[in-house]
């Protein structure tokens, strides 16, 4: 048994797991990822992509994932046994993007392809995953984490164990996994007993299944079987979902003749349909399972914590999963980075649970409650859309279909909040009135033109340098899109997951507001943990002309000096033209604060990196 010393262990090598250690690695915290598989794991499963999380591979520097992700195909509607479409509708219409939110669409890709995505970038910084090691068990004390793993060594399967001190643990390695079980977490919910499902992924040779569409016969009923075409297994590529209330559907992910046989009688199209013959694959990565919905009380226990499915499960329905593990994993990512490093107290990690427990409860509820609108509560006799019942008007079945497969809104995550976090800092929000509860959603639909501390922070493109000749430029590098001073910048390429930002709107440089702010940033905090900028009104200068200064003001500007040509980011940021207003973004590109100036900034900063100020 050899015994090994490492920054961070993260347990479970899919998008929860990867997603962690990128955003440690970037962090340049030296991370070890173990995965109990002895192989990279097949199967689409959960494929959709929400634009908050496209927005966190953003920040990480992980733009193939969008680039090479897929609209969401335009829904149809088919009895079982007709191609013909009852009814075609989008399940997310297309949404055009706007200057606060670039990336304004669901999109499709299965989790093989986006893992070896994230696995490439996590190659280049020096890391990689150790396959077939799985976590036998872990202790933890004030100073460390001791964690034994075992390791399948040579084609007899041997394990070979091996202690690894950690200074943290993540634990995503799923619903069965170890970490949740051994920190005695509970996992508190409801299991929907007489609702099986089963999906997978399948080649199909069938005739007149066109391709453009993804395809649901029989839907929303007892028995129901949908298509979504993915080109990622082929040009024959299909993902199928199977569910019903009267077929027991347990044996079929382990018995592929029987699975065959029931896909082609959900389908009812008789040898128009056929699985590609043996020789070719077949049914690829078929899995079983009756929806769950269930959550922690609590996301870590002193130095290990749970993210992603370890943490929460649910219905596959609204496409919350993937993308609420992977904001997981960068919210408590960019903590460990900066308690590990000395730069903050180990209080900061406590708000991991404080933020996420609250959207993680709602999203709970939100899927749930889609899960009930197109399969129906336990016990229905006919679920609401089911064409089951006799008495129904066609038309009025397939509206309350469409109804209860549209997708958007709070399902893009955009309205995602942490504003009754701890350390969030406003100094705008409006005062709550007399007598009258505040009542906070954690889960909100998209709003633009409203933005407070805890909030997403918007995109706002056309931010064109103004290059100070006495300035001292900035030393912080955000991606290989950024170039503040050769032309125009976005504050999405502004933004980075190792540091903060500080963004000083005001009217003109000469603001007092400005050098108190930039004069404090100087004392109190190291450069490289916090960019600052400071953001001018269009109108106040031309775009390639100067502000008016003194030539002292000029010497001692230090930071970067935008101006907002289009007012992009005076809109975005609810900012009039003659205000000052002093925006905090942190690593995850939340809003940490909306203040008037040093006062505000101190407070925030004070509950980030403690009273030493990120000065160690």
Known sequence: ???????????????????????????????????????????????????????????????????????????????????????????????????????YNTKAMGQPALETIMRAHLAELGCTIELGTRLVSFTEDEKFVRAKVAKLRGDNEEEVEEDIEAAYLIGADGAKGMTRKQLGLTFLGTTREDNFMVLGDIRLDAKGLDRDYWHFFNPISQDTITFRPTDELGKDGWQFVMASRTVDLKGLSRDEETLVNCIKDFVGLGDNVKVKEPGLVRVLTPVWARPNMRMVNKFGVGRVFVAGDAAHIHSPTGGQGLNSGVQDAFNIAWKIALVYKGLSPASLLDTYTAERLPVITEMLGLTTELYDRAYGRSGDEHTPGST????????????????????????????????????????????????????????????????????????????????????????????????????????????????????????????????????TLDQSLRKELVRRVVVLPGSTCAPDSRPEMSLEEDQTIDAEVLIDDAGHAYRGYVVESQEVKVVVVRPDGVVGAVVHGVTGLEQYFEGVFGKAGGTC
């Open 1 to 103: 048994m050899s015994t090994c010393t490492t920054p961070v262990l993260v347990v479970g090598a899919g998008p929860t797991g990867l997603a962690a250690a990128l955003a440690l690695a970037r962090n340049n915290v030296p991370v070890r990822i173990i995965e109990k598989e002895p192989k990279h794991r097949r199967g689409q499963r959960g494929t959709g992509i929400q634009p908050r999380t496209f927005e966190v591979f953003h920040l990480l520097h992980v733009p193939e994932i969008h680039e090479r992700a897929t609209f969401i195909p335009v829904l149809q509607q088919h009895n079982r046994g007709s191609l013909e479409p009852l009814k075609t509708f989008p399940m997310t219409p297309y949404t055009e993007p706007t200057p606060a939110i670039p990336y």
């Open 388 to 519: 089951a019942d006799e008495n129904s008007d066609s038309e009025q079945v397939e509206s309350k279909f469409e109804r209860a497969m549209r997708r958007g809104g709070k399902l893009h995550m955009l309205g995602v909040n942490y504003r009754t976090s701890p350390i969030v800092v406003d100094e705008f929000v409006p005062a709550p009135t007399l007598g009258v509860a505040v009542v906070n959603s954690a889960y909100e639909d998209t709003q633009e033109g409203v933005l407070r501390a805890g909030d997403r922070a918007p995109d706002a493109p056309g931010l064109a340098p103004v290059v100070l000749p006495n300035c001292a430029s900035a030393t912080i590098p955000s991606g290989p899109q950024t170039n503040a001073v050769a032309g125009n910048t976005r504050m999405f390429d502004i933004f980075g997951s190792t540091h903060h930002i500080v963004i000083i709107f005001a009217p003109t440089l000469a603001v007092p507001v400005v050098r108190s702010v930039l004069t």
